[in-house]
């Protein structure tokens, strides 16, 4: 990028932190809008970002895992911090905590099969592992069969059934990872966009919508088939499994397979072999809407032995009380997940996960935020709630649970903002968000965005849009709240234009969810700053706005 823009875009930023006119009336313009806005802009800081990461990342909370002296400190933090910043309680009880009663397990899974007759081997870690395993000390069920049941979904507005009629109580179910597609019929390269939602991937395709599928029909098991070589997600999952795992508590009181998790794609090739049955056929065949579940003719049983444990976690919330009279009954919520993965003692050296950037840094800038607006003279119409979420890392439990008892009513929560993982490598002119295309949020990002002068990508930054189920958004979105998850872009100023995507990549290789998650010196704080300005913007315009978001038609959400 040549100097001038680059130039001209830092004095626009400066222009919008610093010197904004002071709070005055509301009529809609951009212009009242940032008037309104200027002291709580110019409050949003590098030092203070930097204050909040440094301390929630630091080795004296132990990686923030819930359940922990951890837990503790980080909670203790963030309460004083809202309390300090001006803000309400967020629990009606007159408290900033909401208790979430979850479950700790420390899983050893074992599998053993037998396929015409033969043993075939399946070791824990090497060809599967749990993730969520049936909630019991001690667990043995009898297999009476493997089946393969194509995507293992279930989604009737799109016509799609694999089960269709088909018996899968105590058998061990095989299913692939991700949705079924097909091409355009005008172009190769894209996928139809009338087959489920083309290039963008639904609800459906989650383990968490496929977990329950086979729950609901009393499988003994399922397994996603990964291929370790082509995805991380087995070796993510492969860290997960040792440790321990955690549930809500209200999981233990309904059915589930005895084990759900992963299954290398290696592995089900030997099932498969062993059966007489083409292993490339079976991915060929969950492609045809007809598809019927497969038998590979296999029996087996399935060991848990958990060590498990029960305790009360908590999220932390608080409240910027709006301005209207109806209205500030009425709610947006802004989330950040504020625990990590704790310490690992059998690790040598360094043995503290402390997620500096996942997601003390989302945290901090949520703080900021709730700063910002705590500090209004003029209010927006609607409440504001911020809650920094348990247990996100063991699989959104701390928003999961938020949905399944609000603190405040569901209907009447018109929008969620959620942040993970912050920008620490320096400012970008485009701004982006993962699941683009869900409701009319996507309306204020854009305009928050020009009136940061910059540049908002209408379209999913992670492509396929599967970051948007892999945070605390989708279970606001599950109970029918707009939700989204605002990015950073790809344009870095003053940097070649693969910067960003290298940085990313050297994080993701090298520091996303190991102890080398750790503030940085190198970390440049700048683009954090703007894009919890441009998120406080957006969700102001929300939190304003007469009218509510709405889903739009396409989105399986807006049932």
Excluded: C
């Amino acid at each position: 990028m040549e100097l001038g823009r680059i130039t001209t875009l830092v004095i626009l930023f400066s222009v919008l932190a610093i010197n904004l006119p002071v709070a005055g009336q509301k009529s809609g313009s951009n212009f009242d809008i940032l008037k309104v806005l200027k002291p709580a802009l110019k409050s949003i800081n590098r030092e203070n970002l930097l204050a909040h990461a440094k301390t929630l990342a630091s080795d004296e909370f132990e990686g923030r895992a819930p359940g922990t002296v951890g837990e503790r400190l980080t909670t203790q933090y963030l309460a004083n911090q809202f309390r300090e910043a001006g803000l309400r309680p967020g629990n009606p009880d007159g408290s900033f905590f909401q208790a979430v009663p979850l479950i700790g397990y420390k899983t050893t899974p074992q599998i053993a099969l037998t396929i015409n007759g033969k043993s075939v081997p399946l070791k824990f870690l090497e060809d599967f592992i749990h993730d969520l395993p049936r909630l019991q000390k001690n667990v043995k069920v009898e297999v009476s069969d493997v089946v393969f049941a194509g995507y293992g979904i279930v989604a009737p507005q799109y016509g799609w059934d694999d089960y269709k009629d088909a018996d899968v109580r105590n058998k061990l179910v095989l299913i692939l990872s991700g949705e079924p597609s097909r091409p355009d019929a005008t172009d190769a390269k894209k996928s139809d966009a009338t087959f489920f939602r083309g290039d963008t991937r639904t609800y459906y395709s989650t383990r968490g919508s496929k977990y329950a599928q086979a729950a609901k029909r009393g499988a003994a098991g399922i397994l996603v088939i990964t291929d370790p070589e082509k995805a991380r997600t087995y070796a993510i999952f492969k860290t997960f499994a040792p440790m321990e795992g955690m549930a809500l508590k209200n999981v233990a009181s309904s059915y589930w397979p005895a084990v759900a998790g992963f299954v290398t794609k290696k592995a089900v090739d030997r099932f498969a072999a062993q059966a007489g049955v083409d292993a490339s056929e079976l991915e060929k065949s969950a492609q045809n809407k007809d598809f019927k579940t497969i038998s590979l003719k296999a029996k087996g049983i399935i060991s848990i032995s958990s060590k498990i444990r029960h305790f009360t976690s908590k999220n932390v919330v608080a409240k910027v009380e709006g301005s209207d009279p109806q209205l500030r009954n009425e709610y947006v919520i802004y989330s950040a997940h504020w625990d990590h993965l704790g310490k690992d003692t059998s690790l040598v050296g360094d043995q503290i996960y402390n997620g500096a950037n996942d997601n003390a840094a989302g945290v901090a800038q949520m703080l900021e935020i709730a700063r910002g607006f705590a500090a209004l003279k003029t209010r927006p119409r609607r409440s504001v709630l911020f809650i920094a979420t348990t247990a996100e890392e063991k699989g959104f439990l701390g928003s999961r649970f938020y949905a399944q008892n609000p603190l405040y009513p569901i209907s009447n929560t018109v929008a969620a903002i959620n942040l993970d993982a912050g920008n620490p490598y320096g400012l970008t002119k485009d701004l982006a968000s993962s699941g683009f295309g869900n409701s009319t949020i996507d309306d204020a990002l854009i305009k928050a965005a020009e009136m940061q002068g910059r540049t908002f990508l209408k379209e999913s930054l992670d492509g396929d849009g599967g970051y948007y189920f892999a945070s605390d958004q989708i279970e606001f979105a599950k109970v029918g709240i707009p939700a989204v998850f605002p990015w950073s872009g790809n344009e870095y100023l003053g940097k070649p234009a693969d910067y960003g995507e290298k940085r990313w990549d050297e994080y993701g290789k090298n520091r996303y969810h190991q102890v080398t998650d750790e503030v940085m010196p190198d970390w440049d704080m700048t683009g954090a700053v703007e894009d919890a300005r441009w998120m406080m913007i957006a969700g102001f315009l929300i939190a304003d706005e007469l009218k509510r978001p709405v889903w739009y038609p396409a989105t399986e959400f807006r049932k």
